[in-house]
């Protein structure tokens, strides 16, 4: 099945409602895109739109997840995160247990183009005590990793799609917080991926095995706290490492395994991902290609780098 991993949580956050009355939905005008319309049509007496008011929508939140509510702020990616001053001080400072949800992230969105593109959103709030970033992969990833977000505790940042992307999971899948995926076998290489790129991480590693190359494809859909133990293990396993985000390079998932690498077994790593540049209009399709984000650009990537 195909489907955006944000209507995955549109879809959840209404079936959730249903069983935790604690659960409010706030939106910064964007209910029919961030399809947090779904709960406001259930309980329009738990949603609240604030307006074209991420600012104001995250205090508001904050309030509430201290009044032992269970808060889930709605906005695209871009504009949400932007409002880190105020994410910095009333959520993360206070350690509350708020849902920040950050939809139409990456160069995935397609025309709309840069002014409405999360390319930065990881880094900003990875940098942030307390809070924890996720990203799922698919609609059954989604949909798990929003039912164990109304127990956790603490802030949480979580990244999400306009895209459709079909599933990579099955239908019995267990979301593990903190714990990566591996989904393909392998020792040549490794591939780190998170959200989006999961998919094209797969068919790249399809491409690679027919050139004998055998590519371990891992699933990171926490990026906050990351998973060390599975990627020291598979970075000690393959030789030689590799990242795929949706995202810029500088403070993601690519510089996350970095980090980790250089204090407990130094390797290469390859990062795929924007590198210092802003995003542009295009169809996602067309985007991907000219970034090396698809199948066959990742596939590209590792190829030539394996035979360097």
Same mark, same amino acid.
């Given at each position: 099945?195909?489907?955006?991993?944000?209507?995955?949580?549109?879809?959840?956050?209404?079936?959730?409602?249903?069983?935790?009355?604690?659960?409010?939905?706030?939106?910064a005008?964007?209910?029919?895109?961030?399809?947090?319309?779904?709960?406001?049509?259930?309980?329009?007496?738990?949603?609240?739109?604030?307006?074209?008011?991420?600012a104001?929508?995250?205090?508001?939140?904050?309030?509430?997840?201290?009044?032992?509510?269970?808060?889930?702020?709605?906005?695209?990616?871009?504009?949400?995160?932007?409002?880190?001053?105020?994410?910095?001080?009333?959520a993360?400072?206070?350690n509350?247990s =708020?849902?920040? #949800?950050?939809?139409?992230?990456? &160069?995935?969105?397609?025309?709309?183009?840069?002014?409405?593109?999360?390319? @930065? !959103?990881i880094?900003?709030?990875?940098?942030?005590?307390?809070?924890?970033?996720?990203?799922?992969?698919?609609?059954?990833?989604?949909?798990?990793?929003?039912?164990?977000t109304?127990?956790?505790?603490?802030?949480?940042?979580?990244?999400?799609?306009?895209?459709?992307?079909?599933?990579?999971?099955?239908?019995?899948?267990?979301?593990?917080?903190?714990?990566?995926?591996?989904?393909?076998?392998?020792?040549?290489?490794?591939?780190?991926?998170?959200?989006?790129?999961?998919?094209?991480?797969?068919?790249?590693?399809?491409?690679?095995?027919?050139?004998?190359?055998?590519?371990?494809?891992?699933?990171?859909?926490? =990026?906050?706290? #990351?998973?060390?133990?599975?990627? &020291?293990?598979?970075?000690?396993?393959?030789?030689?490492?590799?990242?795929? @985000? !949706?995202?810029?390079?500088?403070?993601?998932?690519g510089?996350?395994?970095?980090?980790?690498?250089?204090?407990?077994?130094?390797?290469?790593v390859?990062?795929?991902?924007?590198?210092?540049?802003?995003?542009?209009?295009?169809?996602?399709?067309?985007?991907?290609?000219?970034?090396?984000?698809?199948?066959?650009?990742?596939?590209?990537?590792?190829?030539?780098?394996?035979?360097?």
């Amino acid at each position: 099945m195909s489907k955006a991993t944000r209507t995955a949580f549109g879809e959840e956050i209404a079936k959730l409602g249903e069983e935790y009355s604690e659960i409010v939905v706030l939106d910064a005008d964007l209910s029919k895109s961030t399809m947090s319309q779904y709960f406001a049509k259930k309980f329009p007496e738990r949603f609240f739109e604030m307006g074209i008011e991420e600012a104001h929508m995250i205090g508001v939140g904050t309030g509430l997840a201290l009044s032992g509510k269970i808060p889930y702020c709605c906005s695209f990616a871009c504009f949400i995160t932007g409002r880190y001053d105020t994410i910095r001080i009333s959520a993360a400072y206070s350690n509350a247990s =708020i849902r920040l #949800i950050g939809t139409h992230a990456g &160069i995935g969105i397609g025309e709309d183009g840069t002014s409405q593109m999360g390319l @930065e !959103d990881i880094s900003l709030i990875r940098s942030l005590p307390n809070f924890s970033v996720c990203q799922p992969c698919d609609e059954i990833e989604t949909k798990a990793l929003i039912r164990y977000t109304v127990k956790h505790k603490g802030p949480m940042y979580i990244r999400l799609t306009r895209q459709n992307l079909r599933d990579v999971n099955p239908p019995t899948y267990n979301f593990q917080f903190g714990k990566g995926v591996e989904l393909t076998e392998g020792n040549d290489a490794v591939i780190f991926a998170t959200g989006a790129l999961v998919n094209e991480a797969l068919d790249a590693s399809n491409k690679l095995r027919e050139k004998g190359i055998n590519l371990r494809v891992v699933n990171i859909h926490t =990026i906050k706290p #990351i998973d060390e133990e599975l990627i &020291i293990k598979c970075a000690k396993e393959c030789k030689t490492v590799f990242t795929a @985000e !949706d995202h810029t390079i500088i403070g993601g998932l690519g510089s996350a395994v970095c980090e980790v690498l250089a204090e407990n077994f130094p390797s290469k790593v390859f990062r795929i991902g924007l590198k210092d540049v802003f995003g542009e209009s295009g169809t996602p399709e067309a985007l991907y290609r000219k970034y090396g984000f698809d199948s066959e650009g990742i596939a590209k990537t590792i190829e030539t780098k394996m035979n360097s």
